[in-house]
């Protein structure tokens, strides 16, 4: 029981801590989303929280006081508030400097047109009146803030250009941003904005006005530097030359101690020199004496030395001379061979090559040959294959021809022999249309009939129908009597046969439509008083009623 007791507690702790983990998180949101922290450049502007201010009130006097009012506005500067998202509103209005540059085309006073150049710093003032002023007109649009300040920076710097000349302009820069600066803070002031600082960088023309002005001082500050110039370079000038006219006086002193000294130098030189000439001379003498000595045995031992040498060059170039015709002969000799062998080696290869030409010519006009003579060959066995073939169909058609009329006679000598009776009645039925229209010829040049006599009953068709039957008749027993065959019997045979076979033919086609198409068709059965007939019977029938 108590380690039950002892898991509800730590069960109930637990709930608990969960319960509190839950509500911390809820609170912690809620701190999140309700309370906002404003950085160190940025003011906390909330709408729908009302905040007492000091408004400064004008009296009618003109006197100033301040009262306090109700803001519908709450503005925290670098802080942290409690912000209700259902019924306020927050907005984070930044308070760093914007740098904003212009550049202004505006007339001075002395109707030059020129090219300002500015930057200016500003930003939103840090007190809460400058920041609800701002709120109310940038909250929503803060890159407004740099396009208005331009405006207004632009309109003040023309006005004030108007008032001053280029050079006023020139020499008191400072002034001039200065008082820009003094006229547009006020209006910036009014839309919470402060002016931190506004300097000229550039004030230009377009048509060189602003550099002409320093051209008269420039000329005259360079014309006096050239005449300070020019008067230094003289001053130079005299001080070299007065130092030159020192330094030729004491080069010309110089000169002349210099020409003592080497005038005595000179003597005591040439003195010494002629006897050194003279001894200079005896020591050759003796050297000359001495060498012409060496020369004349010098030019003994030469004589002998080149006689000795022309005596071996000569013997020295009749050996060379002698091996060089030798060689030369040899070489005659080697060539001569080289060329007589090489005139037989082309003569044999002209040799071979004609011959090798004449095998080749005769193996081409007997390949030639061989070929025309093949080829008349063949087509002589062509042409009498042909022939024989043509021939041979020929003859089969012939042969085929005759036996296929050899089998027709033989055939129809058959079956005259063993019908000759129903052979003789197709004949006649043949022939009969051939009868009957030589006949009704002889009708068909009648051109009116005129009927006399008789009785009532008998019209002209009665009367011609009754001639032309009895003439037919008497066509009929012509033919009975000239060849036996009576032609009444046959006709009604013929009508008989075909009647008997197209029952037949009806009763086959009704019995294969009825029976299945798998089995075979199964015999006629015989009843009682009816009789089958199949198409012998028939045939034999058609025979029989041809015979009667």
Do not use: C
């Not at 000229?200 to 530097?225: C, F, H, M, N």
């Not at 019995?511 to 009789?531: C, D, E, F, I, L």
């Amino acid at each position: 029981m108590e380690i039950a007791g002892l898991v509800g507690i730590l069960v109930l702790v637990g709930i608990a801590v969960v319960v509190l983990i839950v509500i911390g998180l809820v609170v912690l949101l809620f701190a999140r989303s309700w309370i906002k922290v404003a950085r160190a450049d940025e003011a906390l502007v909330i709408s729908g929280r009302k905040q007492k201010v000091q408004r400064a009130v004008i009296n009618a006097d003109g006197s100033s006081s301040s009262e306090i009012v109700d803001s519908p506005v709450t503005v925290i500067v670098n802080g942290k508030s409690l912000v209700n998202p259902i019924t306020q509103r927050h907005e984070i209005i930044s308070l760093r400097s914007r740098q904003v540059s212009l550049n202004a085309e505006a007339q001075s006073l002395d109707s030059v047109t020129l090219n300002v150049d500015g930057v200016a710093i500003v930003k939103i003032g840090s007190d809460p009146l400058y920041v609800r002023r701002a709120a109310e007109r940038f909250a929503s649009q803060d890159k407004a803030i740099e396009q208005f300040t331009t405006e207004q920076l632009e309109g003040a710097l023309r006005g004030i250009v108007a008032t001053l000349s280029v050079v006023e302009l020139m020499r008191e820069r400072k002034k001039f941003s200065d008082q820009i600066a003094a006229d547009v803070s006020q209006e910036l002031a009014e839309q919470g904005l402060i002016l931190d600082s506004f300097q000229i960088k550039g004030i230009t023309d377009k048509v060189g006005y602003i550099q002409s002005l320093g051209a008269p001082e420039i000329q005259s500050k360079r014309q006096a530097a050239e005449i300070s110039q020019t008067n230094a370079d003289r001053a130079i000038n005299q001080k070299n030359i007065a130092n030159q006219e020192s330094n030729l006086v004491e080069q010309t002193a110089l000169d002349t101690n210099t020409a003592n000294a080497n005038a005595g130098i000179g003597r005591a030189r040439a003195e010494a020199e002629q006897a050194e000439h003279l001894a200079r001379a005896q020591a050759e003498q003796a050297v000359l004496q001495q060498n012409a000595e060496n020369r004349q045995a010098q030019l003994d031992a030469d004589v002998k030395r080149v006689a000795d040498a022309q005596k071996y060059e000569a013997e020295t170039r009749a050996q060379a001379d002698l091996y060089t015709r030798e060689r030369a002969a040899e070489a005659a000799a080697i060539e001569q061979v080289k060329q007589a062998e090489a005139r037989t080696r082309i003569a044999e290869q002209q040799a071979e090559a004609d011959r090798a030409r004449a095998a080749g010519e005769a193996a081409a006009a007997e390949a030639k040959a061989t070929g025309e003579a093949n080829a008349l060959r063949a087509l002589a066995d062509a042409e009498a294959e042909a022939r024989r073939l043509r021939a041979s169909a020929e003859a089969d058609a012939i042969r085929a021809e005759g036996e296929a009329r050899a089998a027709a006679v033989e055939a129809e000598a058959k079956a005259i022999a063993s019908n000759q009776e129903a052979f003789l009645s197709q004949r006649v039925l043949d022939v009969l249309p051939t009868i009957m229209g030589e006949f009704a010829k002889g009708y068909a040049t009648i051109g009116s009939v005129s009927i006399i006599g008789g009785s009532g009953e008998d019209g002209a068709s009665n009367v011609v129908g009754a001639d032309s039957a009895k003439a037919l008749k008497s066509v009929f027993d012509s033919v009975s009597s000239a060849t036996g065959l009576d032609l009444a019997a046959i006709i009604q045979g013929q009508a008989v046969g075909q009647g008997i076979g197209a029952g037949i033919a009806k009763t086959q086609a009704s019995a294969q439509a009825s029976a299945p198409a798998a089995a075979p068709a199964p015999a006629p059965s015989k009843r009682p008083g009816t009789k089958t007939v199949d198409a012998s019977d028939a045939v034999s029938a058609e025979d029989s009623a041809a015979g009667e």
